[in-house]
């Protein structure tokens, strides 16, 4: 029992294999990364729609491609992810018993590179978008926006009741692999990791040493550029190793104000934010002098801004206070993000039904 202890909190020294507490710093790192710059969009979106709004709307595919920029320079430069090598790690290929381990600033070969880099960008990115399909789905469920009838209502019915076991087993798959991580079963915490063919390994000095080699080396040796194919090739590979470089440096740096960020907007702390944050009521929004041939809003308050005809299903966007029928603005909002009055940034979980006695 002491031994699993002693595993628990520090690594062996024959495999250099890192602790539990050092992978899973590493795995929070970057999911607190995403939320944090997803808080900053928004509020930059929120600002000013017309110049922001795109970033918000397509922020998913942004995040994805910055991330697959950052990962890519680190797996080949340091043969480690960007937060892996944050915590001095780095990845070690799996079945190379017989050849001299790799140093990290060789970087990781091209079938372990791809597959880390599909763990690593693409798999979240994936596993973002079934999410929000799932949320739209309940939603639509909810609100029984099919006919009770239709084959798609009953495929994604079907869908919805099976996604959370899905999930459960999903989740409960990582959760016994890393309690075999931590009863010294396993060299992975992760099994994308073994599925990548890599496990995870503290750098040693010769790698540090090397790879403070290289980059004194690549600001050293310059080879000017023969031909203007070469050119373009090497303006390229500089502006990619630049963008992935300033990427890194600023993440780096504004890492612990990103684990800040993650503690602030935790659920723990909601009640304490609440009673620093307090701020009086705000009024309704301001209704502007519209003239009688405006096509904004209609004359009649019982009228649905969007079909101009009598309301039904009354729902409220709260991003601007307006009313529609809820079909209109589900559509609507679904489909542009955004206030079909005011343009304001919104989601479709802003769109609160009115309840009367007429109703």
């Not at 709004?53 to 995040?63: N, P, Q, V, Y």
């Not at 005809?309 to 589900?330: E, I, M, W």
């Amino acid at each position: 029992m002491a031994e699993h202890g002693a595993h628990i909190t520090t690594a062996s020294v024959v495999d250099d294999q890192p602790s539990i507490f050092e992978v899973v710093a590493q795995d929070s790192l970057m999911t607190a990364v995403r939320p944090a710059l997803q808080h900053v969009v928004k509020v930059l979106a929120e600002s000013n729609p017309a110049h922001y709004g795109f970033f918000w709307r397509w922020f998913d595919e942004i995040f994805a491609l910055l991330d697959l920029l950052l990962q890519q320079h680190y797996l080949s430069k340091a043969s480690a992810s960007f937060s892996e090598n944050f915590y001095g790690l780095k990845r070690i290929v799996m079945g190379d018993t017989h050849k001299p381990e790799r140093l990290a600033s060789a970087g990781l070969p091209k079938r372990q590179l791809w597959k880390s880099i599909m763990f690593l960008v693409l798999l979240p990115y994936l596993k973002v978008k079934l999410e929000k399909l799932v949320s739209s789905l309940r939603e639509e469920d909810e609100y029984s926006i099919h006919p009770p009838s239709s084959r798609w209502k009953q495929f994604y019915r079907a869908f919805l009741a099976a996604y959370p076991f899905v999930n459960m087993a999903w989740e409960g798959w990582f959760f016994v692999q890393q309690l075999r991580y931590i009863l010294g079963k396993s060299q992975h915490h992760s099994p994308l990791l073994r599925l990548a063919g890599v496990r995870l390994g503290r750098l040693t000095v010769q790698d540090i040493r090397a790879l403070e080699h290289k980059a004194a080396e690549a600001s050293l040796m310059q080879q000017p550029a023969r031909s203007v194919g070469e050119k373009i090739k090497s303006a390229l590979k500089k502006a990619l190793g630049g963008a992935a470089l300033s990427l890194s440096t600023g993440l780096s740096v504004g890492v612990f104000f990103l684990q800040f960020l993650e503690w602030w907007y935790s659920s723990e702390n909601q009640e304490t934010i609440k009673s620093l944050t307090a701020l009086p009521t705000p009024p309704p929004p301001v209704h502007l002098d519209y003239n009688s041939d405006s096509p904004l809003l209609p004359k009649m308050k019982t009228v649905c801004p969007l079909c101009r005809k009598t309301r039904v299903n009354d729902t409220v966007l709260a991003t601007s206070g307006y009313v529609f029928c809820y079909r209109c603005v589900f559509n609507y909002v679904r489909s542009h993000q955004a206030c079909p009055i005011t343009g304001y940034p919104t989601e479709v979980q802003h769109l609160i039904k009115l309840y009367s006695p007429e109703n």
